[in-house]
């Protein structure tokens, strides 16, 4: 084999190697900030997972973290979108999860690294067990309030590994008022939803959880509420 052949061989092959840019979206300019905004608290340098603050370090996952956000599982959130109002919703919205996806099949380029946002200040995720100023109510299966309750968040307490489980509040007036849908459950990134407004339930309301017998979740008021098993 001549010189030639085994030069334009190599050639082909290396242009096999990289995907072909089939996408305006860059990592400089709409990637790397989703990626700042919804995962730079774990996947960062000194954080809980490997790092995916620069291109170099981001490109070489770009399938996998296709693959991921497809399937919901990052940025890790549990809890099922439009269920429920929460602030702080680190999920990602359908269309960031479409632009991810758009990116990677595009050939996942890099762009003009003058376009680069700052890179974020490091800031582990904080997630107090107990909300300040809060009671904690432990509720499971089918609970009845015995007294009202003014409810600001909502956590899992005793839950099996990726069990998916629905919790809903009967009000007395027939009213039903979604708390939490949580879809297949993963312990390691267990999390207090907070409501964005507070949910005020009247004594009577029945918290109920299916399947009745996935564990227990804990409800965090305003104030001291009691309740018991129905």
């Keep these: 084999m001549t010189r030639s052949v085994i ?3 190599a050639g082909i092959v ?5 995907d072909i840019i089939t ?4 990592w400089s300019g709409e990637i790397s900030r989703l990626v700042y905004k919804r995962c730079s608290s774990c996947h960062r340098e000194g954080g809980s997972s490997f790092s995916l603050m620069t291109y170099a370090e981001a490109r070489p996952w770009a399938k996998a973290i296709k693959e991921e956000v497809l399937e919901r599982r990052m940025p890790p959130w549990n809890a099922v979108k439009g269920f429920g109002e929460f602030r702080d919703d680190r999920g990602l919205t359908q269309e ?4 991810i996806s758009d990116w990677v099949e595009g050939g996942a380029p890099e762009g003009d690294p003058k376009y680069l946002p700052p890179l974020p200040r490091p800031a582990a995720w904080q997630d107090p067990v107990v909300p300040p100023g809060t009671s904690e109510l432990v509720v499971s299966g089918d609970t009845r309030l015995a007294s009202s309750a003014g409810v600001v968040a909502i956590r ?6 990726g069990v998916s489980v629905l919790i809903v509040a009967m009000l007395p007036d027939g ?5 939490l849908w949580i879809y297949q459950y993963k312990p390691d990134f267990k999390r207090t939803y907070y409501y964005r407004t507070p949910i005020d339930l009247p004594a009577g309301t029945r918290v109920e959880m299916s399947p009745a017998d996935a564990g227990a979740v804990a409800l965090f008021t305003k ?3 009691t309740a018991s098993l129905r």
């Design 7 to 9: 030069l334009l061989f």
């Design 14 to 18: 290396a242009a096999q190697a990289h």
């Design 23 to 26: 996408t305006k979206i860059t």
């Design 96 to 99: 960031e999860v479409e632009l």
């Design 156 to 161: 899992a307490k005793i839950l099996k590994p």
């Design 175 to 179: 009213t039903v008022e979604p708390l």
């Design 223 to 225: 104030n001291t509420a």
